[in-house]
């Protein structure tokens, strides 16, 4: 499958990602068909610089601190990015903390709400709500936020989801989705492409060994957004895969703290939407 089914010509498609590396793993092929088709304009955005205030990830990989590391991140998508066809789309940094997107939420959904503007997005595509990583989730709550609180006179842009991450209870499950009811995409990669995407991570080099886990895949999926409840906890098989990791926040942090930003945004699902069943 070509992308011409789900992304049309004419289109302004805006890929939301947590952190540096997170928009290759989940749509370097996308990006690669798209400008090799040449009817579509890109935009990058990620949220945080991909390193965490605590020190820890930084001094682990051979850094002074998380400045340094900051930069480095920065550089290894701006390699990672002039690997495509056409060179780097246009990228922009919102510079938020790693591991801190959940204390943001707020401003996170208005720096995504003015960045979608700016770009002239009709489509954006971000992260699942799956419980991989807190950064993760707190994207999609803020992408699903800032594509559905516009006001009337502002059509909304398509919300579309990459693959990201979860945890089955024995491996972490890359490049699927968990089940929802909403259409889904299978990108076929060519030879070709896959050897661009192969290359793209390969400038991740502060990354190496979280990268082992991302095999390149002859393909990529996408879908549209399902309608989540973020006051309840994802479901996946295994549970909140980030309770199992130093990462800053557990599961009920998080939830008090999207629950806090949805008060404060006006923002609950419709009383006609069926969101995905919370976990019991």
């Not at 979280?210 to 996946?236: G, K, N, Q, W």
């Not at 295994?238 to 599961?251: K, N």
Request: hydrophobic content about 40%; proline content about 9%; glycine content about 8%.
């Amino acid at each position: 499958m070509r992308p011409v089914e789900f992304i049309p010509p004419g289109s302004r498609v805006l890929t939301v990602a947590a952190h540096p590396d997170d928009e290759t793993i989940g749509a370097a092929g996308l990006m690669c068909e798209l400008q090799l088709r040449g009817d579509a304009a890109l935009g990058i955005a990620t949220v945080t610089d991909g390193a965490p205030r605590n020190n820890a990830d930084a001094v682990a990989a051979g850094f002074s601190g998380w400045a340094a590391y900051a930069r480095a991140r920065r550089a290894e998508l701006a390699a990672a990015l002039e690997r495509l066809p056409r060179g780097a789309p246009e990228w922009f940094d919102l510079g938020f903390a790693d591991q801190d997107v959940t204390h943001s939420l707020v401003d996170v959904v208005a720096s995504v709400r003015r960045l979608i503007d700016v770009f002239g997005a009709t489509i954006v595509i971000t992260h699942p709500y799956e419980g991989g990583h807190p950064d993760h989730d707190a994207t999609a709550l803020a992408v699903h936020a800032a594509t559905t609180g516009r006001g009337p006179a502002a059509a909304p842009p398509r919300h579309l989801e990459m693959t990201s991450y979860h945890w089955t209870g024995t491996a972490v499950a890359t490049g699927e989705f968990l089940p929802a009811d909403t259409p889904q995409w299978t990108l076929v990669l060519t030879d070709a492409i896959a050897v661009v995407k192969r290359q793209m991570l390969d400038c991740f080099t502060s990354q190496r060994s979280t990268l082992a886990m991302f095999p390149v895949a002859p393909h990529e999926r996408f879908r549209v957004a399902p309608r989540y409840d973020f006051r309840s906890r994802p479901c996946p098989p295994g549970g909140v895969l980030y309770e199992r990791f130093p990462w800053g926040v557990d599961s009920a942090r998080w939830l008090a703290c999207a629950g806090q930003a949805l008060d404060t945004l006006h923002l609950d699902p419709d009383p006609g939407d069926r969101p995905i069943e919370p976990c019991l």
